[in-house]
């Protein structure tokens, strides 16, 4: 029978660097597969904080933290690994490497899957460009087929949508709705408040758990206050609220 129990679930869960204070406190969620949540907070809220905390990078310092499953991850991007002569389908055949025994080293099989997955997001005709030369989009859809081949049950995306041109950003918008509908539980950070109310769950971050709920619900002015403080300004249309700074 399918587990039906959460893919993550945290209860008063907080987290720090070695050393240092806690920068992430009383975390409390649930998500369960299919789900999409968007994780929102000011830079520095803790937001690639709790996605280490998930992928088991930080261990909580109080509270418990279960991650029952896979982890697949596209990172907030480093300009710095992008000077790597690999192609995109070494970068999508990293993915082998999580999935099976260590000592396995992709073969032909993996290839096949891994030029089948780069189809899928359309970027077939692309597997030999090296990665350093795609374009943002394009990378961060190399990482959604990475994320495919090793059949994440959940997938963490870091700001995917930074830098991105609309065209761009509607595709990963579909991907991650499709991550979504085949059973991932797929978490999103991001800038953008209103991308989140197409989503199912908003986590709202600032150095603690604000908010968590459905989108609609959960995003009222007091929460976003909470969340962004200063950064938060009324749009002069009126009654929409845009955050003024961010990366
Ligand atoms: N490697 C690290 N060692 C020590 N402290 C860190 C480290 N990474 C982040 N921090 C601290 O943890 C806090 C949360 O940072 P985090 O990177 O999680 O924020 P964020 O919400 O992802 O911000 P951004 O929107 O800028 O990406 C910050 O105060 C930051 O200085
Ligand atoms: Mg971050």
């Known amino acids: ?33 299919g789900q ?13 904080t709790l996605m280490r905390a998930v992928l088991g990078e930080l261990a909580p310092r ?9 982890c697949g991850t596209v990172p907030q991007t480093e300009r710095s690994r ?16 999580g999935r099976g025994p260590w000592w396995r080293r992709p073969g032909r099989a993996d290839r096949g899957e891994a030029l089948a997955v780069l189809e899928r997001v359309s970027l077939a005709e692309h597997a030999r460009v090296t990665f350093g030369e795609l374009s943002g989009g394009q990378r961060q859809r190399v ?3 990475r994320a495919l081949l090793q059949d994440a049950d959940v997938v963490l995306f870091d700001e ?11 595709r990963l918008m579909g991907l991650i709705d499709l991550l979504a509908t085949e059973g991932r539980a797929v978490l999103v950070a991001t ?57």
Request: glycine share 14%; aromatic share 4%.
């Open 1 to 33: 029978m399918l587990d039906q129990r959460p893919l993550i679930e945290a209860r008063g869960m907080a987290v720090g660097y070695r050393g240092g204070p806690l920068v992430l406190e009383d975390v409390t969620l649930a998500v369960a597969r």
């Open 36 to 48: 999409r949540v968007g994780i929102l907070g000011p830079n520095g809220g803790g937001k690639t």
């Open 62 to 70: 109080r509270g418990v933290l279960s991650v029952r499953g896979r």
């Open 82 to 97: 992008l000077d790597y002569p690999v192609s995109a389908l070494d970068v999508v055949l990293m993915g082998v490497i």
């Open 143 to 145: 990482l959604v087929a």
């Open 160 to 170: 995917p949508f930074t830098g991105m041109d609309a065209p761009s950003a509607a």
């Open 191 to 247: 800038h953008d408040v209103g991308q989140t109310l197409a989503w199912d769950a908003v986590l709202c971050l600032n150095g603690r758990r604000v908010a968590f709920g459905p989108p609609a619900d959960t995003l009222t002015e007091d929460v976003l206050r909470a969340t962004y403080g200063h950064a938060l300004v009324r749009l002069p249309s009126g009654g929409t609220f845009a955050v003024a700074a961010h990366a």
